[in-house]
């Protein structure tokens, strides 16, 4: 029924840069507010990026760690909310989660790996 899928991670090496994808089905997704979360191992999990609803008047929130280096996306007409990754470091390694969320609704990807590794 609700579905998120992530895509778009992998092995890069220090400083690259990656695309990560998230398509939602199941929701009005236009009404929701979207964020990117990420758990690295041994870490507790942690919010990275968000993106509000409301189109063209939706603000965005990151992390200290990611801000000036990430940048969250969505495209309504596509159901589909972006975390474009630059400057990547080791420490940015983590499975990145995908999450809609919209009063008391909430649901979540199953994840995407990303290793930052030379």
């Known amino acids: 029924q609700v579905q998120l899928v992530e895509s778009g991670g992998g092995l890069v090496q220090p400083g690259g840069s990656l695309r990560l994808s998230c398509v939602a089905s199941g929701i009005i997704f236009r009404l929701y507010d979207m964020g990117w979360y990420r758990q690295a191992p041994g870490k507790q999990r942690e919010l990275v990026a968000s993106?509000?609803?409301?189109?063209?008047?939706?603000?965005?929130n990151y992390a200290a760690s990611v801000k000036g280096r990430f940048t969250i996306s969505r495209d309504n007409a596509k159901n589909t909310v972006y975390l474009q990754m630059n400057s990547l470091k080791p420490e940015d390694t983590a499975v990145y989660y995908c999450?809609?969320?919209?009063?008391?609704?909430?649901?979540w990807g199953q994840g995407t790996l990303v290793t930052v590794s030379s």
């Open positions: 999450n809609a969320k919209k009063n008391w609704q909430d649901a």
């Open positions: 993106i509000t609803s409301g189109g063209s008047i939706s603000s965005t």
